[in-house]
Each structure stands twice: as C-alpha cells, then as structure tokens.
C-alpha cells in the first residue's frame, strides 16, 4: 500500500494504468470535491488543469486507461456572473 496524499481532507482511489497513475476523488470524508491524478509520488487536482471559466468542477476521476486518458464525473455550474 501506498500512501497517496491528498487535495483535502479525505481522497479515495478509483482507477490505476499500467504506469502507476491513479486517479480518484478527494473531499470532505464522503463528500467528493476534487477529481485527482497521482504520478510519480505527486497529488494533482484536475481542475488545476483546465480553464477557470470552464463552468466545470471535476469532482471524480473514475478511471485512467495505459495512455493516460481518463473518465470521470464533473458539476457543471449553473451560476451566472
């Protein structure tokens, strides 16, 4: 086992490729709020990855195949600015 950090308070893994990248959920014990990515003994949020003003909050990541694509579960925003 592997300890693999997390964004928030809690994180759970969901999904592992063939290089070692995991992909998961981190939140508030129960209540996801951060899709991540680890590799390489490094946490990512996936939000950090796309544009702030995308509408979108990734909150899982489900599943990463051996080409590092990965599946997941997202808010969409309905706020209006």
């Keep these: 086992m592997t300890d693999l950090g997390t964004v928030d308070k809690c994180s759970a893994a ?38 702030p003003d995308s509408g979108l909050q990734l909150v899982y990541g489900l599943y990463i195949n051996d080409r590092g694509s990965i599946v997941g579960l997202a808010w969409i925003s309905t706020a209006k600015s």
């Design 14 to 51: 969901y999904g592992i490729n063939l290089q070692t990248q995991i992909v998961g959920a981190s939140g508030l014990c129960g209540i996801p709020v951060h899709a991540f990515l680890w590799e390489h003994g490094s946490i990512v949020d996936l939000n950090t990855l796309i544009p």
